[in-house]
């Protein structure tokens, strides 16, 4: 099980959309909008730490912060598609993957709604970036539907891998490892490394 998980893992995080099918990548099709969280090292890093903040947590978050991801990141692609500008958009993504890792890597545990409203900010600002993407497609609801299921799929990836740390000897430090490689990543990403 975990050979499979880890492969799992480094087959989304080196996954590329393949220029051999443009007729896929570019349009209103359902595997355009799977392809773009994809295609983008900030957009995994990030769906793929709320899942292990969620698991951290446990409980409701387990559920609450990924179905509210989604959710309002669904509200970000409705302005991005309608043309409706948000201020900080990219530093705001670059700063999700910071701050997201920093949640993990340092354990925190705040009350459900305080986790909401992060996870909202930064979900309303990572939808944004698809609605425009998928507005200069001309994308529509497939295009919405498969970046939405791409994004559940990262988010449970996310919590799979901390249910699969923490059935193993050192799963808290790992975890926490795990969350500072989250946040060096949006760090290289801000400074142009990555």
Excluded: Q
């Excluded at 099918?21 to 890093?45: M, N, R, T």
């Excluded at 530093?91 to 909401?116: H, K, R, Y």
């Excluded at 998928?134 to 901390?162: N, P, Q």
């Excluded at 000897?169 to 969350?179: K, Q």
Aim: net charge neutral; charged share 5%; hydrophobic share 60%.
């Amino acid at each position: 099980m975990r050979s499979l998980l880890i492969s799992g893992v480094l087959a989304i995080v080196f996954m590329t959309p393949a220029a051999a099918h443009p007729s896929i990548l570019h349009g209103i099709s359902f595997a355009a909008g799977v392809a773009h969280p994809l295609a983008g090292l900030d957009h995994i890093v990030a769906m793929v730490a709320v899942g292990l903040w969620a698991a951290i947590k446990g409980n409701r978050a387990l559920w609450v912060w990924p179905v509210t991801f989604v959710a309002v990141m669904l509200i970000g692609a409705a302005l991005g598609f309608a043309h409706i500008s948000l201020p900080f958009v990219e530093p705001g993504i670059l700063a999700s993957v910071v701050v997201l890792g920093l949640m993990v890597a340092f354990a925190t545990d705040p009350p459900i709604w305080v986790g909401v409203v992060i996870i909202s900010i930064f979900a309303l600002l990572h939808g944004h970036v698809h609605g425009v993407e998928g507005s200069s497609l001309g994308g529509g609801f497939e295009y919405m539907a498969g970046f939405a299921l791409a994004t559940a799929t990262l988010h449970a990836v996310g919590i799979s891998l901390a249910f699969t740390l923490r059935r193993a000897a050192a799963s808290e430090s790992v975890n926490r490892f795990v969350g500072l490689i989250c946040s060096i990543v949006g760090i290289g990403l801000y400074v142009g490394v990555l």
